[in-house]
């Protein structure tokens, strides 16, 4: 086992892992924040994207003694004090979601890419959530709700 | 899919890290972004018996210039390289690779460094360091070396990297004035190329002055076809530009596989090498 210390959603924790788990287990199983989804569990999905220290990451393929001191975001760390995201919002108001299992890593990786890119075109937005599969197809509304969340985010 | 149980260090320096490897054997691994090796740890296709993770050791991160050539630092992300201003000139092309490799995510965490070690025949940086005549510096027990990227790929997941030492990054010549493009063909986006070109180009008024040609999955290392690359010199028109592409077919033939049979991949070689070197030489007419 490894003493880890990683600070999610801005609470730190001290934790003993085996080397071998990985940093989506960590997250769901030993810290119980369940947002965050495993889908391929080959990193090809994106289900289980998170932020590590700001960048988008697919967790089930980092594993958690790497993110020894880092700084993790995930889908329960992106509203503050009861109120959503301008991202989760849009996702809301535009009915960016159907059945909602790859939400979450669609909604990690828009925030991590509008903190890179705060007005992108829709070409961009669809570049930037390559990583990033929607089983249900709703690709529509999920680029439309990660552009009103520019929007939303720039005025 | 959870890896085999393994031993994990974290090393703070590249002397520790060398350290770490040599105490641990020939099972023990360095550990970078781990974008190639965890997936095949948890296919368990590989089961190291100790991970040293070199991911902390910021000597080992960043681009340099060094005027007409630029150093990459083995830790340097395919993200950092895809943005890194000194890549200019025909070593443009390891930056406009790096950008196609994955997807952001994989691209924040993958590494240069890590992507040259794993020496896999299908994945896009080898054939471009091959086309612009590279070098892979390596850190070891007894020092350090640089291999040339036509010596470091020496088969099917196999460089020239002994047990125990480090990739500690590349040197690229900058080829100032060379146009560069890479072309790969894939299945379904994000899948590994069936065939890839890196084609680094040197168009002058009179043509085509030198052309470098990096070949990805067309063999089981990065190949350089080099028939064509010769062929290539001196060529101006559209119709002798595809007739020196068409010396691809005096290259050995490739392997077939489910996505491809050899001749299959002949005729996207082909058909790939006249679309990078037109984007290479900016010819738009010579693109179909």
């Known amino acids: 086992m490894k003493r880890i210390s990683v600070t999610v959603n801005g609470v730190r924790h001290e934790a003993d892992v085996e080397p071998r788990t990985l940093l989506v287990h960590f997250i769901r199983e030993q810290l119980e924040l369940t947002g965050t989804n495993v889908g391929c569990d080959t990193s090809s999905c994106g289900a289980c994207t998170i932020l590590m220290n700001g960048q988008s990451a697919k967790s089930c393929t980092v594993l958690a003694v790497q993110a020894d001191g ?10 503050s004090n009861g109120d959503w995201h301008p991202v989760q919002k849009a996702f809301h108001e535009q009915h960016g979601l159907q059945c909602g299992f790859c939400t979450p890593g669609m909604m990690m ?21 390559e990583g990033n599969l929607c089983r249900c197809t ?16 720039g005025s | 899919m959870i890896p085999a149980s393994f031993d994990y260090e974290r090393a703070s320096s590249l002397d520790e890290a060398l350290s770490l490897l040599a105490a641990g054997g020939e099972d023990a691994r360095p550990l970078a972004g781990g974008h190639s090796l965890l ?13 040293v993770d070199i991911g902390g050791i910021d000597e080992l991160r960043g681009v340099q210039d060094d005027g007409d050539s630029v150093t990459i630092g083995a830790l340097t992300t395919h993200h950092e390289v895809a943005g890194a201003a000194a890549l200019t000139g025909g070593s443009g092309l390891i930056a406009k690779v790096a950008e196609g490799i994955g997807d ?28 612009l005549d590279a070098e892979v510096t390596l850190a070891g027990p007894g020092g350090t070396r640089s291999v040339a990227a036509a010596d470091f790929f020496v088969g099917p997941f196999m460089s020239a990297a002994d047990d125990g030492e480090i990739v500690t990054g590349v040197r690229v010549p900058k080829r100032e ?38 070949l990805t ?15 290539l010199t001196g060529t101006s028109e559209k119709a002798q530009i595809l007739a020196a592409v068409s010396k691809v077919s005096e290259l050995e033939t490739p392997p077939a596989d489910e996505n491809a049979s050899s001749e299959y991949r002949l005729h996207l070689a082909q058909v790939l090498i006249s679309r990078a070197v037109a984007e290479a030489a900016g010819c738009p007419g010579m693109q179909r």
């Open chain 1, 109 to 129: 990786a828009a925030v991590g890419y509008l903190d890179e890119n705060p007005s992108p075109t829709e070409d961009e937005v669809r570049l930037a959530l």
């Open chain 1, 70 to 79: 880092a700084e993790v975001t995930t889908v329960e760390g992106l509203a």
């Open chain 2, 177 to 214: 004035g060379w146009g560069s493009a890479y072309q790969k063909f894939q299945r379904r986006a994000q899948d590994w190329a069936i065939v890839g070109v890196a084609a680094v180009v040197n168009w002058t008024d009179s043509g085509i002055a030198g052309a470098a040609i990096g």
């Open chain 2, 39 to 51: 997936p095949l740890m948890r296919l368990r296709l590989a089961r190291p018996s100790l991970l």
């Open chain 1, 138 to 153: 709703g690709y529509h509304n999920i680029v439309k709700a990660v552009l009103a969340a520019a929007d939303d985010m």
């Open chain 2, 217 to 231: 999955n067309m063999g089981g290392t990065p190949l350089r076809a080099h028939a064509v690359e010769a062929a």
């Open chain 2, 104 to 131: 952001p995510q994989v691209r924040h965490r993958g590494t240069l460094g890590g992507s040259v070690a794993h020496a896999d025949p299908a994945s896009d940086l080898p054939a471009a360091l091959l086309a």
